[in-house]
């Protein structure tokens, strides 16, 4: 069975600061997203990342993969209270399906403070 | 770009109601969608993958008679939650893939209580 795992689970961190949220997962990956959701909102797709040695930037996060670890990386620059939410990373598999199947980590909750 | 809408957004009613909720695919057509469920701070967890003009594949532990599913057009998929009861609460979110193998888009959610 797939299981991801994110850690932390909570992060506080002040503002101006850098941080790295971490993703493991059990099996082979087809590929990896990172989402973020807002407090009673649904998901919006952050990153996308296909094979190993990728690395994706937007803004201050930026989001890498190594496949031989099978562990993805979402690491926060300079953090601003505008980042404040929950992170969810997600690991796809085909599984010889047409459409395939997402399973998540358990998120992140990101709180940015002054 | 590809929108998925889903409705309502927040629904509220009594126990032993039966509450359905709606996903379409705006423009583009999806034979395949997916039903999750989120417990407040907990991750989102895959109840079913709903197939146009089949029956939809239930995840384990998830109760079929409970969760009914029916995915009759290209562009609709409808989760039923039947007699519904308070720990049926929950965000339930639909995603469809635009493309095969392409990422998801998820629905805005919707907010299910039950009194």
């Known amino acids: 069975e797939l299981k991801v795992e994110q850690n932390p689970l909570f992060l506080s961190m002040q503002e101006g600061k850098n941080y790295t949220i971490y993703c493991n997962y059990s099996?082979?990956?087809?590929?990896l997203y990172w989402y973020r959701q807002d407090p009673g909102k649904s998901l919006e797709s952050l990153f996308v990342?296909?094979?190993?040695?990728a690395v994706k930037q937007e803004g201050r996060l930026m989001a890498s993969l190594d496949t031989k670890a099978r562990l993805s990386t979402l690491h926060i620059t300079a953090a601003v209270h505008d980042l404040s939410a929950t992170y969810f990373c997600?690991?796809?598999?085909?599984?010889?399906?047409?459409?395939?199947?997402?399973?998540f980590g358990q998120g992140t909750i990101l709180t940015v403070h002054p | 770009g590809a929108v998925v809408s889903q409705h309502p957004s927040w629904v509220i009613c009594k126990s032993g109601t039966s509450v359905k909720i709606e996903c379409r695919s705006l423009?583009?057509?999806?034979?395949?969608m997916f039903w999750y469920r989120q417990f407040p701070k907990q991750s989102l967890m895959l109840m079913a993958t709903?197939?146009?003009?089949?029956?939809?594949?239930?995840e384990q532990g998830v109760e079929k008679d409970k969760f009914l599913i029916n995915h009759a057009s290209l562009t609709l998929s409808t989760l039923t939650v039947t007699s519904a009861h308070p720990e049926d609460s929950s965000f339930y979110i639909c995603?469809?893939?635009?493309?095969?193998?392409?990422?998801?888009?998820f629905g805005d959610g919707t907010r299910l209580s039950i009194l």
């Open positions: 995603s469809a893939p635009y493309q095969q193998n392409q990422p998801q888009h």
């Open positions: 099996t082979t990956s087809d590929r």
């Open positions: 990342l296909l094979s190993n040695g």
């Open positions: 997600a690991s796809f598999n085909a599984g010889g399906t047409s459409y395939g199947k997402l399973t």
């Open positions: 423009d583009f057509q999806a034979t395949t």
């Open positions: 709903s197939n146009e003009g089949s029956k939809a594949t239930y």
